[in-house]
């Protein structure tokens, strides 16, 4: 098995450092620019206007984002690489029957929580036809080297997104469980269902935290993972509810969820090697908060998560992920 991790073709080159330096907002209005820290982390952390930082990591600075995730060039490389992986088990981009309407031209598609853009410019260059537009709280994403037909936008979700009922095709967002309380997600839903066309299509994928058929090690880990998300009020199941509450928006119909299982550990080739990779890369960013939770000291938690990838060749567990798809009617 194996998977392409080139980057996605770009109108012109750009290096990595200048994409990611910080700029003023969009010219659309976005509430972020005031941003300030409201959760304080007690391991060596640093706060200017702009980002927090902890453990020598950076970290977006928003109010009311409850996102944990860093957002440095470490952190961006793993989410390029998992873009990738996911592409590669799923087969596709995306589930959602939009093909037609994405060559034909015309299509205007939103995706919440863009990071990086990898996604949006792999879609931009297949389609040319289209319009894609990434919004994300944090500037990552490419200021300058991009397709002719992307737009990057500054933007939270939870403050209401800058555009007009009914404005687009198709609607993706991925990975965002972690950022969400359960309200928090119905209110997301809302904003989104308001700003799909009808007969628009909306797509949420989510994988599983925790790889189902694993051993003791993989609990005790995530279990720190867990109980810092759960101190955050997020909803680590949220992929249970999200059928119920797409139904519950009264504005959805043909709602059906697909399901993907795929081995995970180094046991399981390169794909299974990259899953498990992107997990310990989470185990090591926090590496302090998650050793102290589980009392141990920082060189036994290093050998812990050494234990980990042994223990995963021995039980051989795998990840399942879900793609939830809906159409706006009314």
């Given at each position: 098995m194996g998977a392409c991790l080139c980057k996605p073709k770009l109108r012109q080159r750009q290096k990595r450092r200048k994409l990611h330096r910080r700029v003023p907002a969009s010219s659309i209005s976005s509430p972020l620019s005031d941003a300030h820290l409201i959760m304080s982390d007690t391991f060596d952390c640093g706060v200017n206007e702009e980002y927090r930082f902890i453990d020598g990591r950076r970290f977006h600075n928003v109010r009311n984002s409850k996102y944990m995730m860093p957002c440095d060039d470490d952190e961006l490389d793993r989410l390029h690489v998992l873009h990738y992986i996911c592409r590669f088990i799923w087969k596709c981009n995306y589930s959602a029957p939009i093909h037609d309407k994405l060559s034909s031209g015309g299509a205007l598609v939103l995706d919440i929580g863009c990071g990086?853009?990898?996604?949006?410019?792999?879609?931009?260059?297949?389609?040319?036809r289209s319009h894609f537009t990434g919004i994300d709280i944090s500037p990552v994403f490419p200021r300058e080297a991009k397709p002719e037909n992307v737009l990057f936008v500054e933007a939270n979700l939870l403050d209401g997104l800058p555009y007009n009922d009914n404005t687009f095709d198709y609607v993706h967002m991925r990975f965002l469980m972690t950022a969400f309380s359960k309200q928090e997600w119905e209110r997301a839903l809302k904003e989104i269902v308001r700003v799909t066309k009808i007969n628009g299509i909306i797509e949420i994928m989510e994988d599983e935290l925790e790889p189902r058929n694993d051993g003791p090690i993989s609990r005790l880990l995530h279990s720190a993972f867990l109980s810092d998300l759960h101190s955050r009020n997020i909803d680590t199941t949220i992929y249970n509810h999200m059928f119920d509450m797409l139904m519950n928006t009264r504005q959805l119909a043909n709602i059906k969820a697909e399901e993907m299982s795929?081995?995970?550990?180094?046991?399981?080739?390169?794909?299974g090697t990259l899953l498990a990779e992107n997990t310990a890369n989470i185990f090591r960013t926090f590496r302090t908060k998650f050793s102290s939770f589980l009392g141990l000291e920082p060189d036994e938690y290093d050998k812990l998560l050494e234990a980990w990838y042994c223990e995963l060749n021995e039980c051989k567990p795998y990840n399942v992920g879900y793609r939830f798809l809906a159409t706006k009617y009314k």
């Open positions: 990086t853009g990898t996604w949006v410019v792999e879609m931009a260059n297949e389609f040319p795929t081995s995970f550990g180094k046991w399981a080739d390169r794909i």
